[in-house]
């Protein structure tokens, strides 16, 4: 089982930030940007292209869902979404807030947030979804 199914299972904690039956989403604790958020399938599977093709059309728009809703918390340009999945074998968007292209550099220095920042930031975007 990958670290990214035990966090969508509740056996390892996460800063939730949406979620359905088939998806969760949650902060990224190294985040590159405020709001830097990842979506999972529940289902287990390495790599995104391995998704059946209903499947990541629905991933899509969950994780559409989930940038609307980051974008009304954390006010950027746009919400960029990469696709890498080479560190963890469990498929993955990284959703990040952007205010230039420079906001999307995986090789830059990692944001050092409080866990306090964290739970608002989560919590304010799982209330933005739930409206959705």
């Known amino acids: 089982m990958s670290i990214f199914s035990k966090i969508a299972a509740g056996e390892i904690p996460s800063y939730k930030c949406a979620e359905n039956d088939e998806f969760y989403a949650f902060l990224d604790i190294n985040p590159m940007v405020k709001g830097h958020t990842l979506c999972i399938p529940r289902r287990e599977v390495d790599y995104i292209f391995d998704l059946e093709d209903d499947e990541i ?59 306090e920042e964290f739970q608002r930031i989560a919590d304010a975007v799982y209330a933005e979804f739930q409206k959705l």
């Open 57 to 115: 059309a629905r991933f899509q728009v969950f994780a559409k869902k989930v940038a609307v809703a980051l974008k009304k918390v954390c006010p950027c340009v746009k919400v960029g979404q990469a696709v890498l999945g080479l560190e963890v074998p469990h498929a993955h968007i990284h959703l990040i807030p952007m205010q230039s292209e420079k906001d999307m550099l995986f090789n830059k220095p990692k944001l050092q947030l409080e866990q």
